[in-house]
């Protein structure tokens, strides 16, 4: 992942004219004014919409230098940790919905503490490799015996120009500022008949419509793109794709809870976050187990498979 965007004004203030989409390259127009965020105060940014295929974008586009700092922020508690076990249970639906038959070779892009990794030594792959930008996730899922590159994928490519038969990205191309560039980078590192399965939030999600601002995907300025399905359908034609099959799937129990949260008032920060009470985690895992079913009826989450034209 590159943390350089080319609509970014680089001379020291944001671009004043409202950018094109980040999905199409289509107008957008002012839509969410104040998306609930536990990366900035409600109003700092906002999320346009396009007129065309009716992604959205972040507004205003948010510097290099702020985007850094973000993601140089060492956290003080990873709530994902919390739930693991239903990390590890989506990620075996994702490889039910996308490995092909035989696949040796698996390159996990994003792939914080592993869990699909480990998901798909499960299944024989012999060759599964992640990168992750975050230097802790990365750091652990090293630890625990899983080989995982910590940077983005063009360096990863230039260390290993190997090829894979599946390239996963979860919630990762939503951050990347140039996303056809992320894109073929990927095909490049593709065997052939291999596969990319991305998975990103649902910007035409009926969770988003209901809850208006508070729901809980929206994560800007982090999230610079927000995209539906005709505009990543678009990007991944852009970048010399055929879309094999799009999936809707619920949201992870997390970012329900936030979305209930965000809409009674509460905004939790991912920045102050500490390890939660005995009480706590017992809460939130309780609560990761009843939200399974809203896997397979919600469709927070967009996940496509598409194979190189």
Not at 17 to 28: E, L, N
Not at 163 to 172: G, N, S
Request: hydrophobic share 40%; net charge neutral; aromatic share 8%.
């Amino acid at each position: 992942m590159t943390t350089t965007d080319p609509q970014a004004n680089t001379s020291g203030g944001r671009s004043p004219a409202p950018p094109t989409c980040g999905a199409c390259g289509g107008d957008t127009r002012a839509d969410v004014a104040s998306p609930a965020s536990t990366y900035a105060s409600r109003g700092a940014y906002g999320v346009a919409t396009c007129e065309r295929c009716g992604s959205g974008r972040t507004v205003p586009v948010p510097e290099p230098s702020e985007l850094d700092a973000f993601y140089s922020k060492e956290y003080k508690y990873d709530a994902h940790l919390l739930i693991s076990a239903e990390k590890r249970w989506r990620a075996r639906h994702i490889l039910d919905t996308a490995l092909p038959a035989g696949a040796e070779r698996v390159l996990d892009i994003g792939c914080m503490y592993g869990y699909l990794l480990e998901e798909a030594r499960e299944r024989g792959v012999r060759d599964a490799k992640g990168v992750e930008l975050s230097a802790g996730p990365a750091k652990a899922a090293v630890a625990s015996g899983l080989d995982v590159f910590c940077g983005t994928i063009e360096d990863f490519a230039k260390k290993d120009p190997g090829t894979f038969d599946l390239i996963v990205a979860q919630h990762v191309l939503e951050h990347v500022p140039d996303p056809v560039a992320f894109l073929k980078s990927s095909r490049e590192l593709l065997a052939p008949g291999g596969k990319v399965c991305i998975a990103v939030p649902n910007y035409d999600a009926r969770a988003r419509k209901v809850f208006r601002e508070a729901w809980g995907w929206y994560q800007v300025p982090v999230h610079l793109h927000h995209f539906g399905e005709r505009g990543l359908a678009s990007l991944l034609e852009d970048a010399g794709f055929a879309v094999d099959r799009t999936v809707r799937r619920g949201g992870d129990s997390l970012f329900v809870l936030m979305t209930l949260l965000q809409s009674l008032g509460k905004m939790p920060s991912s920045t102050d976050a500490k390890a939660p009470s005995a009480v706590g985690r017992a809460l939130v895992r309780t609560a990761s187990a009843l939200l399974r079913p809203y896997y397979f009826v919600g469709d927070d989450e967009l996940l496509v498979v598409a194979s190189p034209r």
